[in-house]
């Protein structure tokens, strides 16, 4: 069975700042700046986040998600 592939393609790299890390997710370059963290790329586009970064992205996220899910 192929290795699955999420929608990033395996040659991207982490688009923060001084980081060089492999991307595995692709996140709003607006909703990435506004968890606090700071693109090398374009904010208007999507930004590429390395595991570790998206985790954080995930983590600084949260209250905003869960209230995105209620209908707030």
């Known amino acids: 069975m192929p290795e699955r592939r999420h929608a990033v393609e395996s040659a991207k790299r ?11 997710r692709s996140v709003s370059g607006k909703r990435a700046e506004k968890a606090g ?24 996220t949260k209250k905003d998600r869960t209230l995105e899910r209620l209908g707030w």
Not at 14 to 24: I, K
Not at 41 to 49: E, F
């Open 14 to 24: 982490c688009d923060v700042e001084g980081c060089g890390a492999e991307a595995v």
């Open 37 to 60: 963290l700071s693109l090398a790329s374009d904010p208007s586009k999507n930004a590429h986040l390395c595991r570790n970064h998206y985790r954080e992205f995930k983590k600084k």
